[in-house]
Nanobody, 123 residues
Framework: QVQLVESGGGLVQAGGSLRLSCAASGRTFSRNTMGWFRQAPGKEREFVAG????????MYADSVKGRCTISRDNANSTVYLQIHSLKPEDTAVYYC????????????????WGQGTQVTVSS
């Protein structure tokens, strides 16, 4: 079992930045690929970014590529999502999740989920 708790969300103006954190506990953190998803009101949850077990490989959705950095600190069992140049369309609940394999972009490939943190971007 893996427990995930996100933090760092909030209200930010367009053009601003945020760093989201996700603290993990339970199963050895470094055994999991980690990902971030988001769900905007009325929309399906979508993949945002993923990082492999040791942090050497990352992948991003086209919608955030170039504005977003995912990173992890295995010593502290934490994964981060830094988002720059925020846009109103980035408004969503952001979730972190754990998977077994790098390259996973579908919700069904992730076994463990946090409860999410709200990000609201004002124009």
């Amino acid at each position: 079992q893996v427990q995930l708790v996100e933090s760092g969300g909030g209200l930010v103006q367009a053009g601003g930045s945020l760093r989201l954190s996700c603290a993990a506990s339970g199963r050895t953190f470094s055994r999991n690929t980690m990902g971030w998803f988001r769900q905007a009101p009325g929309k399906e949850r979508e993949f945002v970014a993923g990082i492999n077990r040791l942090g050497g490989r990352t992948m991003y959705a086209d919608s955030v590529k170039g504005r977003c950095t995912i990173s992890r600190d295995n010593a502290n069992s934490t994964v981060y999502l830094q988002i720059h140049s925020l846009k109103p369309e980035d408004t969503a609940v952001y979730y972190c999740a754990a998977a077994d394999l790098f390259g996973a972009t579908m919700q069904s490939e992730y076994s463990y989920w946090g409860q999410g943190t709200q990000v609201t971007v004002s124009s």
